[in-house]
């Protein structure tokens, strides 16, 4: 056992943010920066299991299941693909992202932009997936999801925020039908939805130390580069921010 120099030292062990731990210890390392510790850390999977689902479907709401139409998406280790996310998050993009913090409350914005949170990218995956699936329009997944949310999903965190946004969206679009003769297709309104999921989730995993895993981050990477900076404002003005979910819903 190393002995003690009579002050506290700090740590010195590597964080999150690719920083050095500052917590004072008489005989460092702190505990969570032993080797074993940093060890466990490494080769654990971030996410245990998926969200239990309801085995008695809520009456009203479209059920997730059904569109899914795959297994519940899983963690796939990707350091190529972290690197390339934190070289993509720029502070332009992350004042892009920022933009969607006028369109959820903030305890759901906590739980995807704050380090000391643990969202839940799986289940953001499988909404955006859920959201794009060809049976989405024809179900009327935008207005019910607004209104009623998943049926046979838990009210978690990653719930709400896909109730918001599609709250938000059909808003927009029924604002915008009184200076349109025709009636808007909701398929691509839904792909924004889906879209905006995605770009959550890379920013909870980039913030919280789970990009190598980001289920969300590998979905955009596979279907080409992640968007620019300019993108990403545009897409989050593309919602009725003023008119988002009533906190209490």
Same mark, same amino acid.
């Given at each position: ?10 740590? /010195? ?5 690719? /920083? ?12 969570? &920066?032993?080797?074993? %510790?940093? =060890?466990?850390?490494? %080769? ?8 239990? @689902?309801?085995?008695? #479907?809520?009456?009203?709401? @479209?059920? !997730?299941?059904?569109?899914? /139409? ?52 799986? +289940? ?22 607004? $209104?009623?949310?998943? +049926?046979?999903? #838990?009210?978690? &965190? ?9 709250? +938000?969206?059909? @808003?927009?679009?029924? *604002?915008?039908?009184?200076?349109? %003769?025709? @009636?808007?297709?909701?398929?691509? &309104?839904? $792909? ?6 995605? !770009? ?17 981050? &590998? ?9 620019? #900076?300019? %993108?990403?404002?545009?897409? +989050? *003005? ?8 009533? #906190?209490? =819903?």
């Amino acid at each position: 056992m190393a002995r003690t120099t009579g002050r506290a030292l700090p740590c /010195g062990g590597p964080t999150l943010h690719h /920083g050095r731990c500052r917590r004072r210890r008489l005989v460092p390392p702190c505990r969570d &920066h032993t080797p074993h %510790a940093l =060890a466990r850390r490494a %080769a654990a999977q971030p996410w245990s299991a998926p969200p239990t @689902v309801l085995r008695t #479907p809520r009456r009203r709401g @479209v059920p !997730l299941l059904p569109l899914l /139409g795959s297994p519940w998406p899983s963690p796939a280790h990707s350091a190529a693909g972290a690197e390339h996310a934190r070289h993509w998050m720029t502070p332009r993009t992350r004042a892009a992202l920022d933009c969607f913090a006028s369109l959820v409350p903030a305890a759901q914005w906590n739980r995807v932009a704050s380090p000391r949170s643990r969202a839940d990218c799986p +289940a953001l995956e499988a909404l955006a997936r859920a959201c794009e699936s060809p049976r989405a329009v024809a179900v009327g997944a935008l207005h019910r999801v607004a $209104e009623h949310g998943f +049926a046979d999903l #838990p009210r978690t &965190h990653e719930h709400r925020i896909a109730r918001t946004l599609a709250h +938000a969206k059909e @808003v927009q679009v029924s *604002t915008r039908s009184f200076t349109r %003769a025709d @009636v808007e297709h909701p398929g691509p &309104h839904l $792909e924004d939805i889906a879209l905006s999921l995605r !770009l959550l989730g890379v920013l909870a995993c980039l913030s919280q130390g789970r990009a190598p895993w980001c289920p969300c981050l &590998h979905t955009l990477l596979r279907r080409g580069p992640l968007p620019a #900076p300019c %993108a990403v404002f545009s897409l +989050a *003005t593309r919602f009725a921010g003023s008119h988002g979910l009533d #906190p209490t =819903a």
